[in-house]
């Protein structure tokens, strides 16, 4: 069993609808919980973080982690056709990475329909 | 602020060659991290430096090393480039207490 799931997609939707991004992972050390988006040919580039359970609001996203079900998800409200990217989750122990770094889901690409 | 710059963005390899990655990370961070990232794999940790040091190490060959300069600067190695080793190499620097990485844009290797 791997330590992070992830979907692979691709996930397709149109422009205007609301997206459920999501993760489940296997180690209940991790503390610290990202998102990072990724354009082709460019690193990825954090979007958000949460740090333990509950919910995180930054502007048309929002990322929710579940300690208990080991489940985090992120929510993109008003998708639009910019936002067409992969997006990869990420976990660790500690804020700076830890001793094995961040361990990263394989990543969800996603499909905003104009 | 500049972000983190990787040199070069593209490299193509020979079985058997050695190859070296640079990694110039944000102005003040003093961590620099590296991962690889393949479609079968996805985005593996390779190593971490602090300060000149190596503090953590993924689950890779000894082919993979890298060191850090003084100026935070760090280069990773590769010797006896195999097949396998085709990937896009990120380096990812940290610092002043925030969560998480700033990526670089990568650094694609083909080996053939």
């Known amino acids: 069993q791997k330590e992070v799931e992830q979907d692979p997609g691709p996930l397709s939707v149109p422009e205007g609808a609301i997206v459920s991004l999501n993760c489940t992972y296997s180690?209940?050390?991790?503390?610290?919980f990202m998102w990072y988006r990724q354009y082709s040919r460019k690193g990825p580039e954090l979007l958000m973080y949460?740090?333990?359970?509950g919910n995180k609001e930054d502007g048309r996203f929002t990322a929710q982690v579940d300690k208990s079900s080991k489940y985090i998800s992120l929510f993109i409200r008003d998708s639009q056709p910019s936002d067409s990217a992969t997006y990869l989750c990420?976990?660790?122990?500690?804020?700076?990475?830890?001793?094995?770094?961040?361990?990263f889901g394989k990543g969800t690409h996603l499909i905003i329909q104009p | 602020k500049a972000g983190v710059t990787q040199t070069p963005r593209y490299l193509i390899k020979t079985r058997g060659q050695q190859v070296t990655l640079s990694c110039s990370p944000i102005?003040?961070?003093?961590?620099v991290s590296w991962y690889q990232q393949t479609p079968g794999q996805g985005l593996q940790f390779l190593f971490e430096?602090?300060?000149?040091?190596?503090?953590n190490k993924g689950n890779f060959p000894g082919r993979f090393s890298g060191r850090q300069f003084s100026n935070s600067r760090s280069e990773m190695n590769v010797s006896t480039l195999e097949l396998g080793d085709s990937a896009l190499y990120l380096c990812?620097?940290?610092?002043?207490?925030?969560?998480?990485?700033?990526f670089g844009s990568g650094t694609r290797l083909t080996v053939v």
């Open positions: 990812a620097s940290t610092g002043g207490g925030g969560v998480g990485y700033t």
């Open positions: 180690n209940s050390a991790f503390q610290y």
């Open positions: 949460t740090y333990s359970s």
């Open positions: 990420a976990m660790s122990e500690d804020s700076g990475g830890g001793a094995d770094g961040l361990t």
């Open positions: 102005s003040g961070h003093r961590s």
């Open positions: 430096y602090f300060s000149e040091t190596q503090r």
